[in-house]
């Protein structure tokens, strides 16, 4: 079966850090691009970040670039979000999501892990 | 507010047809970016609907379609069932932000 298992989420106060994973199985984890999307209570699905198949090239939307880094590890088949300087504006659901393989489409989430900013 | 803007809720009864827009622009769909579909369910992940415009993923049923014209697409439920209650986005590629933008989301309700 093909899914993506998400762990690394909890809370955290303002300014402090914390890496989420995503694993992956029943897929050829280093074939696909990869994308963390989150989800802020009660609102709507916002992209965050994207990594290609071996890793290589990475992007990222304004409100995380600079504090976040993707990742990935193919020994692992995980995928990574490392977060720091975390504000309270960062509290939310975090999604992995793998990239159709022919096209920019998620066809692949994972469960969801929530991240909660808080003192 | 999202570049990709949707209503915020849509309704219908059982067995009626409804439709979701989503208006973009000449940076994103107007520039001939893919516009794909997703449907949420409350506490849920995503769940790909429509990639590519009109295509959908094994599984989804046919009373799914989308379409796309210039800066805008749409989403058509027909036929609708109670289990089609959820959010639904639509996203895209932005080449001015150099972002992948969702729509703001529309609740469907089932009346």
């Known amino acids: 079966e093909v899914q993506l298992v998400q762990s690394g989420g909890g809370l955290v106060q303002p300014g402090g850090s914390l890496r989420l994973s995503c694993a992956a199985s029943g897929f050829t984890f280093n074939s696909f691009w990869m994308r963390w999307v989150r989800q802020a209570p009660g609102k709507g699905l916002v992209w965050l970040s994207r990594?290609?198949?071996?890793?290589?090239?990475?992007t990222y939307a304004d409100s995380v670039r600079g504090r976040f880094t993707i990742s990935r590890d193919s020994s692992k088949n995980t995928l990574y979000l490392q977060m720091n300087s975390l504000s309270v504006e960062d509290t939310a659901t975090y999604f992995c999501?793998?990239?159709?393989?022919?096209?920019?489409?998620?066809?692949?989430w994972g469960q969801g892990t929530t991240v909660i900013v808080s003192s | 507010q999202s570049l990709l803007t949707q209503p915020p809720s849509v309704s219908g009864a059982p067995g009626q047809n409804v439709s979701i827009s989503c208006t973009g622009s000449?940076?994103?769909?107007?520039?001939?970016?893919?516009v794909h579909w997703y449907q949420q369910f409350p506490g849920a992940a995503p769940k790909l609907l429509i990639s590519v415009n009109k295509n959908r993923p094994s599984g989804v049923p046919d009373r799914f379609s989308g379409s796309k014209s210039g800066t805008s697409a749409s989403l058509a439920i027909t036929g609708l069932q109670a289990e089609d209650e959820a959010v639904y986005y639509c996203q895209s590629y932005d080449d001015i932000l150099s972002a992948w933008l969702f729509g703001g989301g529309a609740k469907l309700t089932v009346l």
């Open positions: 990594i290609n198949s071996d890793g290589t090239s990475t």
């Open positions: 000449s940076s994103n769909l107007g520039a001939g970016y893919d």
């Open positions: 999501a793998r990239e159709d393989f022919f096209s920019d489409a998620c066809d692949v």
